[in-house]
């Protein structure tokens, strides 16, 4: 029987690309990664800008916690800056998809958890959520930002992220969707400074991260740290 030739790349630096391929199979994007890829692929360069803010920030931290996490699509970033990530959703659908793409070179603890039944047990140098929030109404945020806090050490750091209040009379359809309390830059800072010391506000526009002016800001960062 003849012996099959391995496909070779023009250049060897390629090679590890087939390597990967014939060891690991094809990398899935996951639901809501293929969505976005499908209908609008340069949403998911804004969407992994975002992740990789959070990352930077926590970088170092032994242990974070993201809340709202759907399929994953980009908890790997803050995964290749800390030691160790635990995420939750409260969407058993999307949590199902992430598990069974889950990769044994990147362990992660993902569970179906609704904060708005309760902490998240455990404490968490660091907890973020993006584009979560909005999607909490009004007369639960409170109870959801403490729900939060109960999972963060007294000296640790919160990150919340949403698109700006401004920015919906632009936004599609789809990115409205269940967008019930998105926040002007002024509103969302004071918000959290009800339960932090420290409150540190960001924008961005597109992958663009910037202290500009905020009413001309797509998307908001908070930043924060000394919890009351």
Known sequence: MAETTKPKTKE?????????????GLASMGLR??????????????????????????????????IGCG????????????RHVTAVDFDAVFIDDLKQRADSDWPLDVHVHDMLQGPVPGQYAGVYALDVLEHIRPSDED???????????????????????????????????????????????ALMERYFHHVFLFSMNDEVLHTGFYAMS???FVLCCGKK
């Open 33 to 66: 990664g293929t969505q976005v890829w499908t209908d609008d692929p340069k949403h998911l360069l804004f969407i992994l800008a975002r992740y990789k803010f959070v990352a930077k920030m926590f970088a170092g931290y032994e242990h974070v916690l993201e």
């Open 218 to 220: 797509h998307y908001l």
């Open 12 to 24: 060897p630096q390629y090679q590890n690309c087939l390597d990967i391929r014939d060891r690991k």
């Open 143 to 189: 109870l959801f930002i403490r729900n939060a806090l109960q999972s963060l050490k007294p000296n640790g750091s919160l990150i919340f992220g949403m698109p700006s209040l401004e920015s919906q009379v632009y936004a599609s359809p789809p990115s409205k969707a269940g967008h019930v309390n998105c926040k002007s830059a002024k509103d969302f800072k």
């Open 71 to 82: 399929d994953g699509l980009g908890t790997r970033m803050v995964q290749q800056e800390v």
